[in-house]
């Protein structure tokens, strides 16, 4: 089991940066994947970027790539989430995620989020 705290959210002017950082509970976070997802009011939750266990492989949706850089501190189990340039559309509830899978099983985690908003 894995528990997920964000923190780091807040009101910030357009052009602007945040870091977010998510705290994980339990010996195993290094095994997991981490990601970040977003939920805007009235819309989905969306992919922002990922990172594998060891930190060597990112991803990032299209909509991010260029301004956030996701990264991992297996040592201090912690995710984070540098965000620069940021703009209104990037307003929204960012979540951690922690996911892996045993035998073909998916152990899927999720934090409760923390409010990054924008102004223009």
């Known amino acids: 089991q894995v528990q997920l705290v964000e923190s780091g959210g807040g009101l910030v002017q357009a052009g602007g940066s945040l870091r977010l950082s998510c705290a994980a509970s339990?010996?195993?976070?290094?095994?997991?994947?981490m990601s970040w997802f977003r939920q805007a009011p009235g819309k989905g939750r969306e992919f922002v970027a990922t990172i594998i266990w060891s930190g060597g492989s990112t991803y990032y949706a299209d909509s991010v790539k260029g301004r956030f850089t996701i990264s991992r501190d297996n040592a201090k189990n912690t995710l984070y989430l540098q965000m620069n340039s940021l703009k209104p559309e990037d307003t929204a509830v960012y979540y951690c995620?922690?996911?892996?899978?045993?035998?073909?099983?998916?152990?899927?985690?999720w934090g409760q989020g923390t409010q990054v908003t924008v102004s223009s």
């Open positions: 995620n922690a996911k892996k899978w045993i035998i073909g099983v998916a152990y899927e985690y």
């Open positions: 339990g010996r195993t976070f290094s095994s997991y994947a």
